[in-house]
Every structure is written in C-alpha cells, then in structure tokens.
C-alpha cells in the first residue's frame, strides 16, 4: 500500500514536471511519408518543371495545328502608279482606255490546307511529344532526388535524437555514480581525486548532450525547410525527443521545440532480404536521357524531311476593287494549289540538321556516362551495406559486453578493487560503442534509401 502511494507522487511529480516544461514549447511531430509528400507538394523546383512540361506541350499543340486547316479574315490594299491600257479602235479613231484602277481593294475571308509536306510536321510533333516525356521524366528524377534528401535528413535527426538518449543514460548514471562518490568523499572514504574525476565526466557527458541537440536542431531546421514548413516565427530552440522530457537533469535548459517521431517502421528492416534480391538500375534521370535523344533524332528527321515540296490548298471568297476597269465592288472566289520547295536557303537546313545530330551525340554521351555512374552506384551501394551489415552484427556483440563490463568495473570499484579511473573509462567506452552501434544503424537506412533512389523501388 505504502510502496503504491509512493508511485502514485512520483507518477503526478513527473506528471507535473512535463506539463511545466513542455508549457509554452512548440511541439512537432515527424512521419517520413507525411514529411516527404509536404516536401514534393511545396518544391519550387517541382513545380518549376511542371510549368516548363506545360510549356513544351503548349508548343506542341503550335505545331500541330500548321498541320490543321487555317481560316482568316483578310484585307488588303494596293496603289499601283502605272496601269496598264489597251487601244480600242472606234471608227476611224483609236481610243485607249486603262484596264484596272490605282487604288484596289480585298475584303474577305480564306481558308489554307497543307496537303502534305511529306511527314515533317509529324515528325516535328512526336519529336516535342519526347521531349515533354523528357521533362516528365525530370520531374520524376527531381521527386526521387528530393525523396533521398528527406530520407537522409530524416534519419540524421534519429541518429542525433537516439545520441542524445545514449549520452542521456550515460550522464544519468555518472550522476548517480557522482552522488555516491561524494557521500564517500565526506564520510572520508574517497579521494578528492575521486570526486573531481567523477564530476568532471558528469560535465563531459552534458557537453556531449548540448553537442547532439545542437546537431538535431540544424539537421531539424534543415527537415523543416525540405518540407516547406516556415520556422522563421516559430523557431525551432532546445529541441528534445518528448519521451525525454522526463528525464532531463535540472541543470539543463528547458526546450522549447517538443518532437515526437514515428521511426517503428524503421527497425522492421531486414537487410539480408535486401541483399538476396535482384537490383538493377530503373532510374528516370537515364529514362529522360533515352527520351530526349529520340527526341532529338525526330527532329532531325523533320528538318531533313524540309528539302522535299509542301503542297497545301487555298481558297479566297469577299469582295474586290476594281471590277476590271469599272470602278465598282464585285464579289471574288480564288481557289488554287500551292507547291514550295527549296532550291537554295543559305544552308539553313542542314545547319538545323547539323544541330540536331550534334543535340543527338551529345545526349548519347551523357547517357553511357550516366549509365556507367548508376551502375557503379548500384554496386558499390550493395557492396557498403554488406560491410555494414558485418560490422553491424560485430558492433552489435560489442556493445553487449562492454555494458556488462561497465557494471562489473563499477562493482569492483566499490570492492576497493577497481580506480575511478578504470569506471570513467569503461563508461565513456560503453558509450562510444551504442553510438558507433547508432551510427551503423544509420548509414543502413542511408545506404537503403540510396538503393531506392537508384532502383525506383520503395522498401522504407
């Protein structure tokens, strides 16, 4: 009865001890699937293609209606200063007459058809139609760019989250052990050496804190950023894990950014299934290249395609000015067929055709080097998580020991067989080695969220 009362204070202390700490603190919470949707929803660069990708498929509609027929209303005026004549003869004299007028009008309306032009304006188009692929295709590489960005950013803030619990723990028990040593070092049974020492790595593992919550709020105001989130008003200070809070020693500031963060997902992972399975590259930054160079051999076929006739339709209906030589309007219908084709243009065409092979090396190159990038990526990405892999299973027996050593030195140290020093060593150790363990832990994630990049696929 006495021992559950005793719980119940302590539970309401704590309690209360949250509650003013976290007053007036903003809080932020952290999901890797919400963080990355904010962050393709309020990408500038995202939304900068899709209006370069609307741009090329309104140039691609231009296009192709010069293939569709093209109705105007049509004027014109003309002065002509000599007119032609004619000689009438009448009777014994001859009279000349002009057959038109100087001033001349056209009002009206006509319609242009090209029959033909022997497929370039096709060609033309499809060649924009891969071209808008292209920048699709870009836009697909810039999402799974700004993906891998998130993802890293997001795990760096575990990373120095899960540092601030190992070095948390760590001065928790240095304190203890400091309070110890310092009942002993009154009551005589320990050396002011001792104590000093003692005191001195309770204050070292507070320096490492500071140093990790000073890590998490830049890798944190950086997540911010990616998602479009403004921290301008809302600043983020002394940020803290929540399940922290409790935990912090008095002598610590109070934060004033609370995060909670969803990384259960995270510790599904099996990195030997990863390994089994078949990679291979299924990038869109090499899609993109593969779609503008078709892109650009299209339109090299198109230019080609200008040394061959076009032949297009014409018709005229409205009304002219002169009727021949009265000065009169009179109504006017033109039909007729129009043939052109280049006899000489300066070499126009084939700088354009020139242009478009160079547009066509060009890219090829880029894309073998892309492609040999991309697959020594890929290797050399399965290759690091499989050195993680063996490094994370050592590290992880590691840290089994050097926690019971830990235990074992302090016992000894209070049998009188152990130094302080030997305890502050084993300790500090202890720590080195959960985070080495931490930091492992991490770049798997990383080397993962690389092989999604690389593959197209989604495993985290």
């Not at 691609?60 to 003869?89: C, H, V, W």
């Amino acid at each position: 009865m006495k021992q559950a009362r005793t719980m119940r204070v302590i539970w309401s202390f704590t309690c209360f001890l949250i509650v003013q700490i976290s007053y007036g603190a903003s809080e932020i919470h952290l999901g890797l699937a919400d963080l990355t949707q904010a962050a393709l929803l309020n990408s500038d660069k995202l939304k900068s293609v899709n209006q370069q990708a609307d741009g090329i498929d309104f140039k691609r509609k231009a296009i192709r209606s010069y293939a569709l027929p093209q109705f105007n209303i049509e004027g014109n005026y003309k002065y002509t200063t000599d007119l032609p004549t004619m000689t009438i003869p009448l009777g014994l004299t001859e009279r000349e007459i002009q057959t038109g007028k100087h001033n001349a009008y056209f009002m009206g309306v006509s319609a242009n058809y090209l029959v033909t032009d022997f497929g370039a304006n096709s060609l033309q188009q499809d060649s924009m139609a891969k071209i808008k692929m292209a920048k699709d295709r870009e836009k697909q590489t810039l999402g799974q760019s700004l993906r891998l960005e998130v993802k890293t950013t997001f795990f760096k803030v575990m990373l120095n989250i899960e540092k601030m619990r190992l070095v948390l723990d760590s001065w928790r028990l240095s304190q203890a052990q400091h309070t110890e040593i310092s009942k002993h070092f009154k009551a005589g049974k320990a050396s002011q050496f001792d104590y000093l020492q003692s005191r001195k790595e309770a204050l070292d593992y507070k320096s490492r804190f500071i140093e990790a919550q000073n890590n998490l709020s830049s890798d944190l105001g950086h997540l911010m950023r990616l998602s479009g989130k403004d921290t301008t008003h809302d600043p983020i200070i002394l940020p803290i894990e929540k399940k922290m809070i409790s935990l912090l020693p008095d002598d610590l500031e109070r934060p004033q950014t609370i995060i909670s963060i969803d990384e259960h997902s995270f510790k599904k992972i099996n990195v030997d299934t990863i390994l089994a399975d078949a990679w291979s590259i299924d990038n869109p930054a090499l899609q993109r290249l593969n779609s503008l160079r078709e892109g650009h051999t299209l339109a090299k076929r198109s230019v080609t395609r200008a040394f061959l006739p076009k032949i297009s339709i014409y018709a005229k209906s409205g009304y002219e000015y002169p009727n021949g030589s009265k000065s009169e309007f009179h109504r006017q219908n033109i039909v007729g067929v129009n043939l052109t084709m280049p006899l000489w243009d300066g070499g126009l065409i084939m700088s354009n055709r020139g242009e478009k092979e160079a547009a066509i090396l060009e890219v090829s190159s880029e894309e073998m080097n892309l492609k040999k990038d991309l697959h020594f990526d890929l290797n050399n990405t399965l290759n690091n998580l499989k050195d993680l892999q063996r490094e994370h299973s050592v590290i992880g027996i590691g840290v089994n020991d050097v926690d019971q050593m830990s235990k074992l030195v302090y016992q000894s140290y209070r049998g009188g067989k152990s130094t302080i020093t030997d305890v502050l060593a084993t300790n500090l150790k202890t720590l080195d080695w959960k985070v080495r363990l931490a930091n492992i832990q991490t770049q798997i994630l990383m080397q993962i969220a690389i092989l999604e990049y690389l593959s197209s696929r989604t495993i985290l």
